[in-house]
T-cell receptor
Framework: KAGVTQTPRYLIKTRGQQVTLSCSPI?????VSWYQQTPGQGLQFLFEYFSETQRNKGNFPGRFSGRQFSNSRSEMNVSTLELGDSALYLC????????????FGSGTQLSVL | GENVEQHPSTLSVQEGDSAVIKCTYSDSASNYFPWYKQELGKGPQLIIDIRSNVGEKKDQRIAVTLNKTAKHFSLHITETQPEDSAVYFCAANHWRGNKLVFGAGTILRVKS
């Protein structure tokens, strides 16, 4: 069974640009969550989608947005990039949500110059 | 909101010794507590989890204990091996569900 797939693995952008990250969950999983990981702040929750609906959102500015498609694949978008957005962005999937086993992808390492 | 504290931040043990990592949580409504292992260049991997209706759970060399009254839970790794070297994260689900709150992580080094 294939795991959670995130693309691309690495991204280099400059300030002010926007970026779109993609996540394909494990087959059959309907919940997709996104987390930001930085050395200083650790793992921080961004948002969670279930059956194309955002159920929960973390404390991030509106520049961070996401969506989920009917096949459960998800994308997150960051607009007007700032240096502080440099981080590892992790996607996790599960059948129902974070009250059960979450399976993470390898992440997308975003560097903002 | 939920807050999870994790200690120690780094832990060095000799191969074959045991390692213990401790976490405390703030929200008594949390009822699901997973532990993740993250190796360099990879995403976190679930290694064991426990629900609030259980006090202890074991899986080979790994065990987790939960004290609901004190609101703390611990990861125990016995007979450590070099491949156990990684960053370990504890987490608790937020009372509204649908998200995990993570501890800051513990860097475990197993010396051979």
């Amino acid at each position: 069974k294939a795991g959670v797939t995130q693309t691309p693995r690495y991204l280099i952008k400059t300030r002010g640009q926007q970026v779109t990250l993609s996540c394909s969950p494990i087959s059959g999983h309907r919940s997709v969550s996104w987390y930001q990981q930085t050395p200083g702040q650790g793992l921080q929750f961004l948002f969670e989608y279930f059956s194309e609906t955002q159920r929960n959102k973390g404390n991030f500015p509106g520049r961070f947005s996401g969506r989920q498609f009917s096949n459960s694949r998800s994308e997150m978008n960051v607009s007007t990039l700032e240096l502080g957005d440099s981080a590892l962005y992790l996607c996790a999937s599960s059948f129902e949500g974070a009250n059960e086993k979450l399976f993470f992808g390898s992440g997308t390492q975003l560097s903002v110059l | 909101g939920e807050n999870v504290e994790q200690h120690p931040s780094t832990l060095s043990v000799q191969e074959g010794d045991s390692a213990v990592i401790k976490c405390t949580y703030s929200d008594s409504a949390s009822n699901y507590f997973p532990w993740y292992k993250q190796e360099l260049g990879k995403g976190p991997q679930l290694i064991i989890d426990i629900r609030s209706n259980v006090g202890e759970k074991k899986d080979q060399r790994i065990a987790v204990t939960l004290n609901k009254t004190a609101k703390h839970f611990s990861l125990h790794i016995t007979e450590t091996q070099p491949e156990d070297s990684a960053v370990y994260f504890c987490a608790a689900n937020h009372w509204r569900g649908n998200k995990l709150v993570f501890g800051a992580g513990t860097i475990l080094r197993v010396k051979s």
